[in-house]
């Protein structure tokens, strides 16, 4: 029998989605299908991997509003169950630190609005 999905529908595409995700996230079955439904996105490589996750999870929108520390009035994602999630879901998948996987994630949100604006030239 196969198990009820508990994860919303993604990408999740404001605040208030990401900040209800992330609580629902102490749920231990939510902690679980999350980590399986991200550990088979995949991509070559750690960095392509973390951008396929990330693109997966966050709107272009709402990826503008975070920055890693949360500095210049955004949001942190540094201390976030979504980020801590990714970080345990690759580290089952792969020999990769930690460090590298945060400097990924720093990098993808760091070009959130360069993503946006491309977008929106189309």
Not at 47 to 69: C, D
């Amino acid at each position: 029998m196969q198990e009820v999905s508990m994860l919303p529908t993604f990408p999740l595409n404001t605040v208030e989605q990401v900040e209800s995700f992330n609580n629902l996230l102490n749920d231990e079955n939510v902690w679980r299908q999350f980590i399986n439904k991200i550990s088979r996105i995949g991509g070559e490589g750690v960095p392509k991997n973390v951008r396929n996750i990330m693109s997966t999870i966050f709107g272009y929108e709402v990826a503008q509003l975070y920055t890693w520390t949360g500095q210049k009035k955004t949001l942190s994602l540094k201390k976030n169950r979504i980020s801590d999630a990714i970080i345990a879901s690759l580290l089952k998948n792969s020999k990769v630190t930690i460090t590298e996987i945060e400097s990924c994630m720093q990098e993808w949100l760091r070009r959130s609005g360069d993503r946006l604006r491309a977008l929106l030239k189309k």
